[in-house]
């Protein structure tokens, strides 16, 4: 399963029915929480204590992660990998989507797909995996007095895969089948054309979904090269969520996983090539049957190896323009100019995307540009946004980190995925962080990644609509080409 298709799948922060849910989770625990009286000097802060989170690392290298949640008798196994779209060139795009399809399959102990899920059932396991931009993952959910089995069954499917070549071939299917669903969407193809755009030198990098001829022409030793570079642990992490003690899980862990074999650096054979800056603004219309106009505005964002703290800012602007309150969707929603508005951000340790989304009537889209490259033009000015809307963000996105930590599960795919895109010390001091962004933090995020910055601008729009108004790439250029050329 693709947990982030070319641009979309896992947005930012800053999605609006996010900030909206957590609204209501607020005035759950008291509306004192966010009243203006509130913010007189500091605001009342989400705390959180991590104890509950253990950690070590096996002589091996692989990363363990043991979180006690022992409420319920469920466990959560979960490893993630080092691996998706980042680690693909053109010729191998798509091939750890198809691998992560092909773990599920037969391996050294157990001798077919279908033993293989004759043996979930007989542990009572729900499982499932994704393939992101920087990380793979797979996860077993059980009851607790399963956890040595599951741990076992895991332990046998990441390191003795069989890559059987008829279930390669059938696997092959499913995943086209996926490509063709995602084909038949017409706001992929915004997605896709945002991508190949903004990533312009790598866009395989960025392209978890994969090529079509790659995955149809995929063999086992191609999976089995993939294998010896990534599978190893000390480019893994095993995390167990649920119930389960820290001295229980790491003893587990030693014991089941401390013969996997390390392996050398993966990235020292194949480094990942750094995504070069846009140098102008570009403008691309992709047509599709559809009832509305989507235009979508993508700059390249901060990342987590060279500029952490501009992450942070970024997600809170995100939320402060998210509220309902805030005059950038009093001014383009509200007065019903257009349908939706948002600007989200991705947190990456390669580069993370910025995005501006606008839903509009067909026959606006000429107003609606106007508009926006107004509302942009003010980002930088210093009334822009109140104090307590930053404030506010903030607890919005801290209680949505809480929020999470009530599932153990869940719990356990967010703080891989922190691993995989930043690390777990990033995760572990994130809302600490959030508090200590401030108005100037705000103000350097958006003066060194969108003000006046080269943007790549895609409107998905029908075919009909586009004739009608004129609406071809110099017509979008114009309007929507802004940055320095």
């Known amino acids: 399963m693709v947990d982030r298709q070319r641009g ?14 957590f609204v209501a989770t607020l005035v759950g625990l008291g509306a004192e929480t966010v009243s203006s009286a509130a913010w007189a000097d500091e605001p009342d802060r989400v705390e959180v204590a ?13 990363e363990v992660v043991v979180i006690e949640a022992p409420s319920v008798p469920i466990v959560t196994i979960e490893i993630a990998v080092h691996n998706g779209a980042f680690t693909e060139p053109p010729e191998l795009n798509g091939l750890s989507h198809l691998y992560e399809h092909m773990f599920f399959k037969a391996n050294a102990e157990i001798p077919s797909q279908e033993a293989y899920l004759a043996r979930q059932r007989e542990l009572g396991m729900s499982f499932n995996g994704t393939t992101g931009d920087e990380r793979v993952n797979y996860f077993f959910t059980l009851q607790s007095s399963q956890l040595r089995a599951g741990m076992e069954f895991m332990a046998a499917a990441i390191q003795t895969p069989l890559f059987d070549p008829d279930e ?24 896709d054309r945002m991508a190949d755009l903004l990533w312009y030198a790598y866009p395989s ?20 090269a993939m294998q010896a570079r990534y599978y190893i642990p000390n480019n893994s992490v095993l995390v167990l969520s649920g119930d389960v003690t820290d001295e229980e899980g790491f003893a587990l862990a ?64 995100s939320f402060v323009l998210a509220q309902e309150g805030s005059g950038f969707r009093q001014r383009l929603v509200e007065t019903g100019l257009l349908l939706d508005v948002d600007l989200s951000y991705s947190t990456q340790r390669y580069v993370g995307p910025i995005t ?14 106007a508009a926006i490259e107004e509302e942009l033009a003010r980002f930088g000015d210093p009334d822009y946004f109140t104090d307590e809307q930053v404030r506010t963000a903030q607890t919005l996105l801290a209680v949505s980190d809480v929020y999470g930590q009530q599932s153990a599960e869940s719990l356990a795919h967010t703080l891989t995925y922190w691993w ?5 010390d990033y995760y572990l001091g ?40 004129g609406i071809d790439d110099a017509w979008l250029l114009a309007r929507a080409g802004r940055g320095e050329q």
Do not use: C
């Open 8 to 21: 979309h799948g896992k947005r930012g922060r800053a999605a609006r029915w996010l900030a909206a849910t």
């Open 50 to 62: 991590y104890d509950f989170v253990h950690r070590t690392t096996l002589p091996n290298g692989l």
């Open 168 to 191: 390669l071939v059938r696997e092959r299917e499913v995943v086209l089948g996926e490509y063709d669903r995602n084909e038949a969407t017409p706001t992929y193809h915004l997605f």
């Open 205 to 224: 990098r960025k392209d978890s979904l994969g090529e079509r001829d790659v995955i149809s022409t995929a063999t086992p030793e191609q999976m089995h």
């Open 254 to 317: 030693a014991s089941i996983f401390g013969g996997w074999e390390r392996g050398a650096d993966p990235f020292v054979d194949a480094p990942i090539p750094e995504h070069p800056p846009l140098t102008g603004d570009v403008a691309s219309v992709v047509t599709q049957p559809l009832n509305m106009s989507v235009l979508q505005l993508g700059w390249h964002g901060p990342d987590t190896r060279n500029d952490v703290s501009a992450t942070y800012a970024a997600d809170v602007f």
């Open 356 to 369: 501006l989304t606008a839903v509009m009537v067909p026959g606006r889209e000429e107003a609606a540009i």
């Open 420 to 424: 995989a895109s930043a690390s777990i």
């Open 430 to 469: 994130y809302i600490e962080s959030l508090y200590a962004v401030r108005r100037e933090d705000i103000s350097r995020y958006v003066s060194t990644y969108i003000a006046g910055r080269p943007r790549v601008a895609v409107l998905l729009t029908s075919p009909e609509n586009a004739q009608e108004q």
